[in-house]
């Protein structure tokens, strides 16, 4: 099984070469139809980093996760090990998609319990064409298992609101709440010693086939603790403005 460096930088590596914009990619055509929005995003947890922010603009019926369906491939390697490069090559082959543009940096809770200097919130960029104005957004919950935050197929205002990101459960990883089990930027992040290295791959041995379903939450058990990382709902704040 391949790890990853324990490093909180570590989990953003894909990321980094993955940032898109597709602006450039719609056609002359419809240039006159395409409306940009700025889009902050905003860690609200007091001990959940989350990976940097995958933000899409498409059309109604294009979204890419719903509760109560299975995980995709994409979403259980996002929620799974923080790796955002096969959801976003999904994407990329989808019709209905107008933007896809991706963080580099992961959000940490904003009093920094890790002292990583990283920010808690971030503002984006997104293009919408015509009627395909719905935003969708993922990130992980990097101290779970395959927990993440997300909303579906918000439809884009024509001026400015906020929404807010519930915390999901992929089901394709069982909640053992070990660091041997989770991505390791998640006790650097949060400033927590452990002797487990952690892994960034998927484990067969405690996979689960389940559906899409709102996360338990933080039991407290093998080495994640209520009162460090729990979380109370919602998870994220999307704060939407329409540029003029």
Known sequence: MKSKKTSVLAITAIAVMLAVVSV??????N????K???VTITNLTPGQPITPP??????????????????????????ENGNPEPLVEMLQ???????????????????????TG?????????????NMRYLSFASMLVCTNDGFAGIDSVKLPIKQWTVYAEA?????EMNTEDFADMVPPCQDAIGVTSDDEGTGASNPAIAEDGVIIPHPG???????????????NPVVKIDIVRMK
């Open 118 to 130: 990283l920010s808690h919130s971030e503002t984006f960029v997104v293009s919408s064409e015509g």
């Open 31 to 34: 240039a006159a139809k395409t």
């Open 168 to 172: 999901y459960d992929a089901r394709t």
């Open 24 to 29: 450039a990619g719609i056609p002359e055509s």
């Open 36 to 38: 940009m929005c700025e």
């Open 54 to 79: 995958l933000l899409v603009t498409h059309a109604k019926d294009a979204g890419f996760f719903t509760v109560g369906e299975m995980a995709n491939n994409g979403i259980q390697q996002l929620a």
């Open 93 to 115: 082959d989808k019709s209905g998609i107008v933007d896809i543009v991706q963080g580099t940096v992961p959000l940490i809770p904003a009093n920094d319990p890790g002292n």
């Open 218 to 232: 933080i039991m407290g058990g093998e080495d994640l603790l209520e009162n460090v990382h729990a979380w109370g």
